[in-house]
């Protein structure tokens, strides 16, 4: 099969998958009484970073004679996955809205929750960049900042699923607008329906996301493209961006606050449970290339933290998101 119909088919079927999905998620914390905060932050986030959490879980625990390599492939999986949520799907996002509403709206985003996310999520990159200086041969001291970034996300946990309760009653409930599509197959409207279709959503997003991965692969492969480049670049491209079509879906819905949330929830988890694992089982050496993409998903991350102090965030504001994932394209091309 060419690898342009492959990369077609899969992103059909991603396509399908998150609507499916984005449907399952309204329903499941409609019915459950949750707020936006945690489906949008917890569940969508959890729920849509699995698949490409598998890619660094298999390259740096396969090992075998390319450790090297599969080392390289993991971290730069870990890296470009928050790299790519703060800059490119940002950009991405804000596009959306300013094509759906003009270019002066603006994201209404829950601002307690986002500024939640965004500060949890500088706060567990900060040690994924402190790490970098840490010699391999500490154990210890490297065990210990891997814990207390697990810790983090425990935390973090424990605070969105606290605030959830004042967010449904101040009017940041889950609600489905729409019925869920699996009854269209004449099976019931009842919570085995809803676990059902999440289980079909996810099913969708793993297949063509892998099917995408193997098409983007193939590519870069006939086009000489070194394993660091398809690391950094083309695995998150492949793997990340894709499933937050969910974003951009609740985008059209107006329903930011689960789009927003979507993005800074699985930040939030790709800063802490996956750099926690690069830290303990590879080298995380300070090389130019990894500081250059920490550095950028921060500066990223703080002009977010920055503009959502407005209690919004422009959706023109967020084309500065995307110059910063070009000028991190321009300089890896160089280095």
């Not at 984005?22 to 959890?46: K, Q």
């Not at 698949?51 to 080392?71: D, F, M, Q, S, Y």
């Amino acid at each position: 099969m060419p690898d342009t119909l492959i990369l077609v088919i899969s992103l059909l079927i991603i396509l399908a998958g998150s609507e499916l999905l984005t449907n399952s998620l309204e329903h499941l914390g409609d019915r459950l009484g949750l707020s936006t905060g945690i489906t949008g932050s917890v569940f969508a986030a959890v729920a849509t970073a699995l698949p490409e959490t598998l890619v660094p879980l298999v390259a740096i625990i396969g090992g075998g004679e390319g450790k090297r390599i599969n080392e390289e492939i993991g971290i730069g999986a870990i890296l470009g996955a928050p790299l790519m949520l703060t800059t490119l799907t940002f950009l991405l996002v804000g596009l959306m809205a300013m094509f759906r509403r003009g270019w002066r709206t603006a994201i209404e985003a829950e601002p307690s929750g986002l500024h939640r996310d965004l500060r949890f999520f500088l706060f567990a990159f900060l040690f994924a960049l402190g790490a970098l200086f840490v010699p391999h041969h500490q154990r210890w001291a490297r065990a210990l900042i891997a814990s207390l970034m697990i810790l983090i996300y425990a935390i973090y946990l424990w605070r969105t699923f606290a605030a959830s309760r004042n967010l449904v009653k101040s009017g940041h409930a889950t609600e489905a607008d729409a019925r869920l599509l699996i009854t269209r197959l004449g099976l019931g409207d009842n919570m085995a329906g809803v676990l059902l279709q999440l289980a079909l959503g996810l099913g969708f997003l793993i297949g063509g996301a892998r099917g995408f991965v193997v098409g983007i692969t193939r590519i870069s492969e006939s086009l000489g493209i070194s394993a660091l480049f398809l690391a950094l670049i083309i695995v998150p491209f492949a793997t990340e961006l894709p499933e937050k079509m969910n974003s951009l879906i609740w985008i059209v819905r107006r329903r930011d606050t689960l789009a927003v949330g979507n993005i800074t929830g699985a930040l939030v988890f790709q800063s802490t449970l996956l750099p926690a694992l690069g830290i303990l089982l590879t080298a995380w050496e300070p090389r130019l290339d990894i500081k250059i993409a920490i550095t950028i998903t921060l500066a990223a991350g703080a002009w977010l933290l920055l503009l959502s102090q407005l209690r919004r965030l422009p959706a023109l504001a967020l084309v500065v998101n995307g110059i910063a994932y070009a000028l991190y394209f321009s300089l890896l091309l160089h280095y």
